[in-house]
């Protein structure tokens, strides 16, 4: 750890253009540096935050397993500055976050990841397409444009997909149909009974990002 870091969450701001949004860090114990990722919620006009129980479990496993996380609200969501801008401007969001996590002392710049959950994965994943910063990205019931999931196909980086086989939103075999054309390490698991709001099964979907992610960090 470094000094001066706590152990545990932290409240914090951070700037995003002319904005600041508001964000939780979850700092693990262990010896820094640490590797980092930023987690997204789910879509904001309909109730979602970073208080969303899948996000909070996701960030809680990844400092279990001695990866620092951070959670954040979206633009004009909670004590966010700012309108929700159509899943454009929420883009310019996580690059800021991920700008954040890199400039944190104890944070090991070059092993950083994204991840995102519903509307979270539909932004994560056109900014790690373009973001060469990103080492790894973890997708839960992952919603994205048939543009980007073209693109996706020559990502190189290490790749999780999740859903769950009762998903009301999405199709499982789609996004198991999609994984097996990405070029990097991919990896997609369907979970047997959970929907798309992962009820009851926030634990487990936590433990398979953050084992996720500490393998793929452990790998560079």
């Not at 979850?26 to 997204?40: K, L």
């Not at 996380?69 to 004009?76: D, E, P, Q, T």
């Not at 883009?91 to 979270?120: C, E, M, N, T, W």
């Not at 487990?204 to 790998?219: E, G, N, P």
Request: proline letters at 5%; hydrophobic letters at 45%; glycine letters at 10%.
């Amino acid at each position: 750890m470094v000094e001066g870091q706590e152990v545990g969450q932290k409240r914090i701001r951070f700037a995003a253009a002319d904005l600041w949004l508001e964000g939780v860090i979850h700092w693990p114990a262990g010896v820094a540096p640490h590797p980092a990722v930023a987690v997204c919620h789910p879509h904001p006009l309909h109730g979602g935050d970073m208080e969303s129980s899948v996000v909070v479990s996701i960030c809680e496993d990844l400092a279990e397993a001695s990866i620092v996380a951070l959670r954040f609200n979206f633009r004009g969501v909670g004590r966010s500055e700012g309108d929700y801008a159509e899943g454009i401007g929420e883009q310019d969001d996580v690059v800021a976050a991920l700008d954040h996590l890199r400039s944190l002392k104890g944070v090991d710049p070059a092993r950083i990841g994204l991840a995102g959950y519903s509307f979270g994965t539909r932004v994560a994943l056109p900014v790690a397409l373009r973001n060469g910063s990103v080492r790894a990205v973890a997708l839960v019931s992952p919603f994205a444009t048939d543009e980007d999931w073209e693109r996706a196909r020559n990502l190189p980086i290490p790749m999780l997909l999740l859903c769950g086989s009762a998903d009301q939103h999405i199709s499982c075999h789609k996004v198991q149909r999609l994984a097996g054309g990405l070029a990097g390490p991919s990896r997609c698991e369907i979970i047997p009974g959970a929907d798309h709001f992962w009820w009851g099964y926030e634990g487990q979907v936590a433990r398979k990002v953050a084992d996720f992610f500490q393998t793929a960090f452990q790998a560079r």
